[in-house]
């Protein structure tokens, strides 16, 4: 791991963890599925959150609520390898809005140590505002989070967010490479 000046010199990018790192989505979907007998696909937690009512919106809220699921959760389709690709040039800075939810702090912080060790865990910062982030990039899948940021974002295409426009947008962790590495 680089020393502390060596890394806090890289330029910055933060980084969300829902819907960007961890396919919350989809597992959240299979979960109501296997659960409920639903047919629900490709939805995030905010869409499903909105269609849902009942029993299975209670029981989901509660499970997202508790931090639960935060273990569970699949990382999407080459997040990994990017984000340490990402670590050997820039200080990667995990940014997650976990004080709606704060009991899901500890299950995201054991899901990062497991997934990403190569990160340092000084720069994982739990907010509610991204926008005091000093970064040079965020991604992100809510462009609530972009209103007042002063770096450049990166919007994370997730189902909640396909109508939106005014922001570079990347597919996915592929194209997250192409824009930060070349």
């Given at each position: 791991?680089?020393?502390?000046?060596?890394?806090?010199?890289?330029?910055?990018?933060?980084?969300?963890?829902?819907?960007?790192?961890?396919?919350?989505?989809?597992?959240?979907?299979?979960?109501?599925?296997?659960?409920?007998?639903?047919?629900?696909?490709?939805?995030?937690?905010?869409?499903?959150?909105?269609?849902?009512?009942?029993?299975?919106?209670?029981?989901?809220?509660?499970?997202?609520?508790?931090?639960?699921?935060?273990?569970?959760?699949?990382?999407?389709?080459?997040?990994?390898?990017?984000?340490?690709r990402l670590h050997e040039r820039y200080a990667v800075v995990i940014c997650t809005a976990a004080m709606e939810y704060p009991d899901t702090i500890p299950p995201k912080i054991a899901w990062l140590h497991e997934h990403f060790p190569f990160l340092d865990p000084k720069l994982f910062v739990f907010c509610g505002y991204k926008q005091v982030m000093g970064t040079d990039w965020l991604i992100d899948d809510s462009v609530k989070h972009f209103d007042g940021f002063k770096g450049k974002p990166l919007l994370y295409t997730a189902p909640h967010n396909r109508d939106e426009t005014g922001y570079d947008r990347v597919d996915d962790w592929a194209e997250v490479a192409k824009r930060l590495l070349g």
């Open positions: 791991m680089p020393d502390k000046t060596e890394l806090l010199s890289r330029p910055k990018v933060a980084i969300d963890m829902d819907h960007v790192m961890a396919d919350t989505g989809a597992y959240l979907c299979d979960w109501l599925n296997d659960r409920y007998g639903l047919e629900l696909a490709d939805e995030s937690f905010k869409t499903l959150r909105d269609q849902l009512d009942g029993e299975p919106r209670r029981a989901m809220m509660d499970l997202v609520a508790n931090g639960e699921l935060m273990r569970e959760l699949p990382l999407m389709a080459g997040c990994r390898d990017v984000v340490e």
